[in-house]
């Protein structure tokens, strides 16, 4: 009888347990949590039109996956056991180094040396930024691609012991020799980096600290040839109040802040209307007493390097859009264009072909043999006819170039394609995409055939599809 009561208060107690989350909601307030998550919200019984909600079960059951009492303390100490215990990360998306550095998962990849693009891609990447090169140049302009280093990359020592490199070369070694290869500006943070002894980047952040955003500006000044200002040996004040992103992740409820660094001068550059901070899709600036303006494509290493690159214009455009916007260099009236990127991000660089007139090209050799599956898809887009498809991977070699032809009765026109990797594209295949600005040919209506090289020979897909310009 004693035994049956012990069983009967043990499940009491634990279906009790279970209740806790739900029941616990009456009365429990969300926490303010410094860990930025989107949150589910309460879902409605009916539709904005009227109609009852079918999806109200399962959005109600992500209410509360995301909303149930205790979910934040329950986060922490999962999190605060396992770092202590196993010297681990409560959270997936972060892993846990040694003497608390903190560090991307999804920069794993590129530390153990495994490659995520193939030779095709890299060529490909590397082909995009030669066409944006050779686009700003003819505009009289000037350009330099730069990559913002993955933490581990920089700072190996503090990685967790099991991970171990694979190989010493990942797509980061890859793409440079394609971009030498291809001859594009490039400024090479890891080795400006590696020259430091101290480490520039924060402890609890993914990001470079202020010292080493005045660090990667120099040095994408140099390799643009550009005056600027020298940060070395200028004073500065270290604070400890900077909020590391991805010990937010692992400790929602955390309070410890990283250090920074603020050099004790003044910016003389101003931000636009509208601006709210570095993390604005878009930002223009003003600076009255530089010459010359900027676009620079970033991500948020940007956040940081925006200020120090604002510095040094007149004028500058910082832009977090996708597709890339080439054309804004003239619409901002602006001489130089900036690429930034980080590591971890490199396989998306050519998922979507820049915004910009496509490259004409003088062809006299047609395609004399003929191939199979390429596609075609034609679309007229804000000043644009933007025209993007797919081919097989077979029918390519790892550096064919892609032109498009435009026929019309009166009109012949020649352009060349940026090589794509896209993420919906059709298991198989690589892609391509371009666009022909409004004034690139004359009016009219054209059919048009991709074509390429294949061990040395023309290829032609055929006609494929067609547009009009008026």
């Known amino acids: 009888m004693e035994k049956k009561t012990g069983y009967k208060i043990f499940a ?42 079918v999806h109200f079960l399962p959005e109600l059951g992500d209410y509360f996956a995301d909303h149930f009492a205790f979910r934040w303390e329950i986060i922490e100490a999962h999190s605060f056991l396992k770092g202590k215990l196993f010297g681990m990360s409560g959270e997936d998306a ?67 012991y099991y991970h171990k490199k694979i190989r010493d070369e990942g797509d980061l070694e890859g793409l440079v020799k394609e971009l030498k290869e291809a001859g594009v500006a490039y400024a090479d943070l890891v080795e400006a980096f590696s020259e430091e002894d101290e480490v520039l980047y924060h402890r609890l ?16 000044m140099d390799a643009l040839g550009q005056a600027h200002t020298d940060y070395a040996g200028m004073p500065y004040e270290v604070r400890r109040d900077f909020a590391g992103d991805l010990y937010e992740m692992v400790h929602p409820l955390g309070k410890e802040k990283d250090e920074n660094i603020y050099y004790e001068r003044e910016f003389t550059f101003d931000y636009g209307d509208g601006f709210q901070s570095t993390e604005d899709m878009k930002i223009h600036t003003t600076n009255p007493g530089k010459e010359h303006g900027a676009v620079v494509f970033r991500d948020s290493f940007g956040n940081s390097l925006t200020p120090f690159i604002a510095e040094e214009y007149g004028k500058g455009y910082f832009d977090r859009s996708v597709p890339y916007p080439v054309d804004t260099l003239e619409k901002e009236g602006a001489d130089t264009l900036i690429f930034e990127i980080v590591e971890r991000h490199l396989d998306i660089l050519a998922r979507e072909a820049p915004r910009m007139p496509a490259p004409l090209r003088e062809f006299q050799e047609w395609g004399q043999e003929e191939t199979t599956g390429v596609t075609m898809e034609v679309e007229e887009i804000e000043g644009y006819t933007k025209v993007d498809g797919e081919i097989p991977r077979e029918a390519l070699d790892t550096d ?44 009219g209506t054209y059919i048009m055939e991709v074509l390429f090289r294949k061990d040395g020979s023309w290829v032609t897909s055929g006609y494929l599809g067609s547009f009009t310009k008026k």
């Open 12 to 53: 009491g107690l634990f279906f009790a347990l279970l209740w806790i989350p739900l029941l616990g909601m009456v009365f429990y307030q969300d926490r303010e949590v410094s860990r930025k998550e989107a949150l589910s919200p309460f879902p409605r019984i009916r539709t904005a039109q009227g109609d009852v909600n």
């Open 94 to 160: 972060v892993i846990q180094g040694k003497d608390g550095y903190y560090f991307y998962t999804d920069s794993l990849e590129s530390y153990l040396g495994i490659p995520t693009m193939d030779a095709r891609e890299l060529y490909g990447t590397a082909r995009m930024l030669a066409l944006i090169q050779e686009y700003v140049e003819g505009q009289g302009g000037s350009f330099v691609f730069t990559v913002a280093p993955n933490k581990n990359t920089l700072y190996p020592q503090y990685m967790p």
């Open 205 to 220: 952040d993914s990001h470079w600290n202020n010292k080493g955003a005045a660090l990667a500006m120099g040095a994408v």
């Open 400 to 443: 064919s170039e892609v032109y498009i032809r435009c026929v019309s009765p009166e009109d012949t026109a020649v352009f060349e394609a940026f090589p794509l990797n896209e993420d919906d594209q059709a298991p198989g295949t690589y892609g391509y995409g371009m666009y022909i600005a409004e004034g690139q040919s004359d009016p």
